[in-house]
């Protein structure tokens, strides 16, 4: 079993930051990728950014210039949101997936919270 710990949400103003940091509790010696999706009432969760062990990342269009993924170590990855915006609000999930087994594993979510 793998278990994942976020942190690193909060109440913001429009352009502003936040930093959310979301670490493994074991190692994983096949493909993956680590990353975090977001889910706003009534919307469906959607992939904000990941980065694969090989270092490849991947962005959702709507964050792209404003957020970066980043790995801080083999367990810990960052989100770095920048001016950030109200739709930006959202409780936002770190997800790891393991490509060689297509098993998904969740933290339990942090909200984020854009507003003036």
């Known amino acids: 079993q793998l278990q994942i710990v976020e942190s690193g949400g909060g109440l913001v103003q429009p352009g502003e930051s936040l930093l959310l940091s979301c670490t493994k509790s074991?190692?994983?010696?096949?493909?993956?990728?680590q990353g975090w999706y977001r889910q706003a009432p009534g919307e469906e969760r959607e992939l904000v950014a990941s980065?694969?062990?090989?270092?490849?990342t991947n962005y959702a269009e709507a964050v792209r210039d404003r957020f970066t993924i980043s790995r801080a170590n083999t367990s810990t990855v960052y989100l770095q949101m920048n001016s950030l915006k109200p739709e930006d609000t959202a409780v936002y999930y770190c997800?790891?997936?393991?490509?060689?087994?297509?098993?998904?594993?969740w933290g339990q979510g942090t909200q984020v919270t854009v507003s003036s």
């Open positions: 997800n790891v997936h393991i490509g060689d087994l297509g098993e998904d594993y």
């Open positions: 074991r190692n994983i010696p096949d493909r993956y990728t």
């Open positions: 980065i694969a062990n090989t270092g490849t």
